[in-house]
């Protein structure tokens, strides 16, 4: 399970670091629509290199705080999660 921390309408998507105890992720994509929760949900599955089907958002749809569950993941969340940088 992930806690989150989205910041929509970002200039890309991208993990951002920490904001408090929740990862801080910046979306491109508007919080319109439900179009920034799908680029979330889209971005963690590419990270986690899972189908989109197995990211789940289990609370905060219209929230900036956002609980998701990643199934069948072969990548460590350390390493899925790290910022472009250090990956």
């Not at 399970?1 to 491109?28: N, Y």
């Not at 197995?54 to 998701?68: M, N, P, Q």
Request: positive net charge; charged residues 30%; glycine residues 6%.
């Amino acid at each position: 399970m992930l806690d989150l921390h989205i910041q929509p309408q970002s200039r890309r998507t991208e993990i951002a670091g920490l904001h408090g105890q929740s990862l801080k992720v910046r979306v491109a994509a508007p919080a319109l629509d439900g179009r920034a929760n799908e680029a979330l949900l889209a971005f963690v599955a590419d990270r986690f290199a899972v189908p989109r089907r197995d990211v789940t958002l289990l609370s905060g749809e219209k929230s900036r705080r956002k609980r998701l569950l990643v199934r069948s993941a072969g990548i460590d969340p350390e390493t899925a999660l790290a910022p472009e940088g250090a990956r």
